[in-house]
């Protein structure tokens, strides 16, 4: 799944694809990459942004998601965590809704997707950006994560959408601090205890960043970054995923490509 971030303020390519052209070239880049799944944003989840109106956020990204499906073979997913936004995206030919707040910004959303046959992606989230950092208490953060995500996924069911149509995303960066982060990572196995396909949305957060540079993590440039990512991708890739969420596309699909030559190695 390749990012794409029709924003002025993501916190790594904010400003980069705000222009239409420039958004499609980019999605016409990743594509060509290997991207199955083009995600486009229209509003920052970073730390401390804030909320765009319904408005901004649909005019940036209704016009992308709809020349995409005209001239790509790729699947689209809209991410945002809105029910309006979500059902028009839809309309204009969204694959998957990704909804970071699991449901727990707007409700709504819940039957938005339900009477459209889409995949929806529901995260595990406490709060807004502006006070995210600010909800990081667990007393086990693997256990709680899972256990949120569970109650979530019921209440999506009891609103009508179908069990096998959800993919569940841990929301590694979302309320959690950096140990919690890794802690996290290194227990997604339990995540299959909820047995729903899950997808990892990892790439170029703090916690990447942290683990190369703990006492300047902001120093840490893209590609440093980038190239962490992919070492983690490759790593998780021992486990059970749907997907990976990436910015850099190309990296991703040369670690994948070189997992699965050792794999193939391994079996003869």
């Given at each position: 799944m390749g990012v794409l971030n029709v924003t002025p303020d993501s916190f790594s390519d904010g400003g980069q694809f705000l222009e239409f052209d420039s958004a499609l070239a980019?999605?016409?880049?990743?594509?060509?990459?290997?991207?199955?799944?083009i995600d486009i944003g229209g509003e920052s989840t970073r730390p401390?942004?804030?909320?765009?109106?319904?408005?901004?956020e649909q005019q940036r990204v209704l016009p992308v998601i709809r020349a995409i499906k005209d001239e790509l073979k790729?699947?689209?997913?809209?991410?945002?965590?809105?029910?309006?936004?979500?059902?028009?995206?839809?309309?204009?030919?969204?694959?998957?809704?990704?909804?970071?707040?699991?449901?727990?910004?707007?409700p709504q959303i819940f039957a938005a997707v339900a009477?459209?046959?889409?995949?929806?992606?529901?995260?595990?989230?406490?709060?807004?950006?502006?006070?995210?950092?600010?909800?990081?208490?667990?007393?086990?953060?693997?256990?709680?994560?899972?256990?949120?995500?569970?109650?979530?996924?019921?209440?999506?069911?009891?609103?009508?959408?179908?069990?096998?149509?959800?993919?569940?995303?841990p929301g590694l960066g979302f309320a959690k601090d950096m140990k919690q982060n890794w802690d996290l990572v290194a227990r997604l196995d339990e995540l299959e205890n909820l047995?729903?396909?899950?997808?990892?949305?990892?790439?170029?957060?703090?916690?990447?960043?942290?683990a190369l540079d703990s006492k300047n993590p902001q120093s840490v440039d893209t590609g440093r970054r980038d190239v962490a990512t992919a070492v983690l991708t490759a790593l998780l890739l021992q486990?059970?995923?749907?997907?990976?969420?990436?910015?850099?596309?190309?990296?991703?699909?040369?670690?994948?490509?070189?997992?699965?030559?050792?794999?193939?190695?391994?079996?003869?």
């Open positions: 980019h999605a016409r880049e990743m594509a060509e990459q290997g991207a199955q799944i401390g942004s804030m909320r765009v109106s319904l408005d901004q790729v699947k689209v997913s809209i991410d945002t965590m809105n029910a309006d936004t979500a059902a028009k995206a839809i309309a204009a030919g969204a694959d998957i809704v990704n909804d970071v707040s699991g449901g727990l910004a707007d009477d459209s046959d889409c995949n929806y992606v529901l995260g595990h989230w406490r709060g807004h950006s502006d006070i995210m950092d600010s909800l990081t208490t667990y007393s086990d953060v693997a256990r709680e994560v899972v256990a949120e995500l569970a109650e979530q996924v019921s209440m999506a069911v009891a609103a009508g959408i179908a069990r096998e149509r959800i993919v569940v995303d047995e729903l396909p899950i997808l990892v949305g990892a790439s170029r957060k703090r916690f990447i960043a942290h486990r059970k995923l749907w997907g990976i969420r990436v910015h850099n596309v190309s990296n991703t699909v040369d670690a994948i490509s070189v997992v699965a030559a050792l794999k193939e190695a391994q079996d003869k």
